[in-house]
């Protein structure tokens, strides 16, 4: 009895998914700033700044978790649904990241519609993964249960509506982009922003199999 009191317990994952899932947010909404305002090269580099220390205080947070399971003895959840999911969550802000420094790296000069909508998707998917999260200390109630599962399924959704844009998007750029090196720049953002809603399901799914073991 003694030995299992003197054990490390419980640690505090679930703020620190919490946390996590607050970066991705940060990351996300500076992401669409800075395409919205790519016009204003001041602006472009603020919010891409922003997109950068976002990740980069996403990373702390996953180190702090990795660190914490080995001292933990005994966890909230299963020890590998801890690791996978913070992982996952991870390479979100890491897909935001690159697309950041993709747009600069390839010196695009101007958005196209269809970076805007493929953004917005993805915007959108991080905050349910951020909603998803925080409803995760109390899975054991059905409200919280329910309302994971439902932020869970609008994640599925809106990584449809990205997969459809994508088509679109590249449709319209083969046909009617004249300029090789425009396209493949292009296509690189395309690809990249839609994996962000990719990961995001990543997420959904995780946290879904997390609800369904443990509410």
Sequence with gaps: MLFGKLLPREGNFFELFNQHGGFIVDGARAFILMIQNYDDLSLREKYATDV?????????VTAEVNRLLHKTFITPIDREQIHGLINAMDDIVDLLQDATETMSLYDVHKMTDEVLRLGDISARCCE???HAVSLLPRIHHADAAEGAIKACEEIDRLESDADRVMRSAMSKLFREEPDVRELIKLKTIYELLESISDRCEDVANLIEGVVLENS
């Design 52 to 60: 950068i220390n976002a990740e980069r205080a996403a990373d702390r």
């Design 128 to 130: 349910r993964v951020q």
